[in-house]
């Protein structure tokens, strides 16, 4: 077992910690808020996740998981996981790298030869090679192991997903993360081993794509409410084809949470960056029908009370 660090302790830094310690592992996870720190020692995470807290209770107890603010304690880990946020920029549609380039240089001085460096951010295309280079002189080591997280099943995402996906340069690095994750790995979960770029794009891809089935079904149901079709039923019948699936043809006011549209707006800018935007042109239609599904169900709600809603 290895002693792991993880750096940023938010939905997904918190989650991925007690899993690790969950696996066996000694685990540290590092947040520059104090606060949000010391709950977490209680075993309190500052955001609603089933069985989150007994698994955190449990580990801080057996003295295998612990939080702090000191990155200096991060020198005792031998492998180190990022999983800092990645927020809209505020000029632009980007993907804000400023929390995964502070954690990265307040790593750095503690790193050892050896280290391993785990990407689990969600970042642009590129971003890990850019890393890569920046860790050169410390000797350390950086793969890319993407996150599939979904709100209210974290906890069975991270200790059962349905693949692991490492990008990495080098055999060696990829078989490292392989072994910390071999409980898994035995019990029958695809290990993927790519190159830095096909991994990050796996998360925003499946974003993406999951985006774009959402918005699908919201388009069909403005078409059954201008033709009085069941959009219900409608999902229903073409969920049963073993090629489309039920899942997200959910109709309703648009995408849950605030990763989706976060998420496909930085791989458009991206994809626009990289001089492939006509590629990816059909993801601004997917996005503004989300938006518009939300406007259209303010105005139904304006409708239905006769104009009586606050500030309508």
């Known amino acids: 077992m290895a002693t792991i660090c993880v750096i940023g302790t938010g939905y997904l830094g918190a989650t991925h910690a007690a899993a690790l310690a969950e696996l066996g592992h ?19 995470p500052p955001f609603y996740e089933p069985q989150l807290p007994d698994m955190l209770k449990r580990h801080i107890t057996a003295g295998r998981l612990r939080f702090t603010t000191d990155y200096a304690e991060s020198a005792a880990a031998e492998v180190h996981f990022l999983c800092v946020g990645t927020p809209k920029s505020p000029s632009a549609d980007t993907a804000d790298l400023a929390q995964v380039n502070t954690a990265l240089d307040s790593l750095i001085p503690h790193l050892r030869p050896g280290s391993l460096i785990v990407g689990k951010s969600t970042v642009p295309v590129g971003t890990a090679e850019r890393l890569r280079s920046r860790l050169a002189e410390s000797g350390a ?20 997903p349905d693949r692991i996906v490492v990008g990495a340069a080098e055999p060696a690095d990829a078989e490292r993360l392989a072994a910390l994750y071999a409980p898994q790995i035995w019990a029958g979960t695809p290990l993927l081993v790519t190159d830095f770029a096909t991994a990050e794009l ?8 999951l985006a774009t089935k959402i918005s699908f079904i919201n388009a ?28 997200f043809l959910r109709a309703g006011i648009g995408f849950g949470g605030g990763c989706l549209p976060k998420d496909l707006r930085a791989f458009i800018a991206r994809g626009d960056e990289l001089g492939v935007g006509r590629s990816l042109a059909f993801l601004r239609e997917v996005d503004e029908i989300n938006v518009r599904r939300r406007q259209q169900t303010v105005q139904a709600a304006v409708d239905m009370l006769d104009g009586h809603v606050l500030g309508a």
Not at 141 to 158: H, I, K, M, Q
């Open 26 to 44: 000694d685990v540290i996870g590092i947040d520059s808020d104090a606060e949000k720190a010391r709950a977490l020692n209680t075993g309190e």
């Open 141 to 160: 080591s950086l793969v890319w192991n993407p996150e599939f997280l979904r709100e209210g099943y974290a906890v069975a995402d991270t200790l059962r």
């Open 202 to 209: 796996v998360k925003v891809a499946a974003n993406a794509f």
């Open 220 to 247: 069909m149901a403005d078409l059954c409410e201008a033709t009085g079709a069941d959009v219900e039923a409608l999902a229903t019948a073409i969920g049963h084809d073993d090629r489309i699936g039920a899942k």
